[in-house]
């Protein structure tokens, strides 16, 4: 077990210093840069931008310096350093801040959970308790009740969530609630009151609803087979005894393993919804920094997202191992 927690944890080198490549190339291949304008959009002039290249070292040749010196100095290699040593460097858009305080820092004297970071795990995390909370349930109706209405509806439910983007949700959603009947607000709202959470959390984990809805029928429909099924009703067990005990408790196994990706994947792919609902998480800033070619909140966004979803990977490895003793960790 720990070889193999080992040995992912090295793969892992590999794998974030491909993301900072690739992030870095196409960050660098768009057009523009993050001083054609400044915070009230008036033009930069040649020499202002000079100065603010050396200033954050974007006046240093992108990969290998062959110009003189340290062959080394380069822009890819000081952030690579840079990160290495945990520092993901400074905005360059936000004057005086760190990309590692602007993610994780929250306002004075609040807890990490105010921090733009902590809005969006909160945010996958009540939208993953949300898919949970409803599709396991609807899954094993659906099973239990097969071709019945029940179950038409819910294979209805489950096509249109995993077809349809979240986005096109929250359109729609918008258009009719918001702008039309009024319902909601959109704009300033309240995120400290729960309630402004249902609507963006119930939007980002639809389709995760509909994915573990469709994936608890079907598990549920193949342990309804098993010899052990048949055995505990021919023992004349109660039916909820059968269904909690033996069936639900093994299909829930494959359900169980999607969690962690599913919350890694909300929480990183949220932020077309933050942005949507004005919600202030890492994924709105994210956006942002794109907008404005924020180098280094780039970069250092991508790495984090990319460390998150390679951690949710590795955990669930780990516990569908000790879910099912079948499988051998490391095989």
Known sequence: MTTYIIRRLLYLIPTL?????????????????????????????ARTQELLNKR?????????????GNPLDSQFLNYIFGAVRGDLGPSYRQRGMDVQDILFKPPEGKPFWQSRFGYSLRLGLIAVFMATLFGIPLGVVAALRRNSLVDYISLFISTVGISVPSFVLAIFFIIIFASRLKLVKIVQQDWSSPGAWLVPAAILGFGTF??????????????????????????????????????????LIPVVTI???????????SFIIEQMFSFPGSGRAFVQSIQQRDYSMIMGTTLIYAVLVAVANLTVDLVYGFLDPRIKVGD
């Open 259 to 269: 969690l962690g990706p599913a919350v890694a994947g909300l929480v990183t792919g």
């Open 210 to 251: 509909a994915f573990i809805t469709r994936l608890t029928r079907s598990t549920m429909l193949e342990v309804m087979q098993q010899d052990y099924v048949r055995t505990a009703r021919a023992k004349g067990l109660q039916e909820r005894v059968v269904v909690l005990r033996h069936m639900l408790r093994n299909s």
């Open 17 to 45: 210093f491909l993301v900072a490549l690739i992030t870095f190339v196409l960050m660098h291949s768009a057009p523009g840069g993050p001083w054609d304008r400044d915070l009230s959009a008036r033009q930069v002039d």
């Open 56 to 68: 954050f070292g974007l006046d240093k040749p992108l990969f290998i310096n062959t110009s003189g």
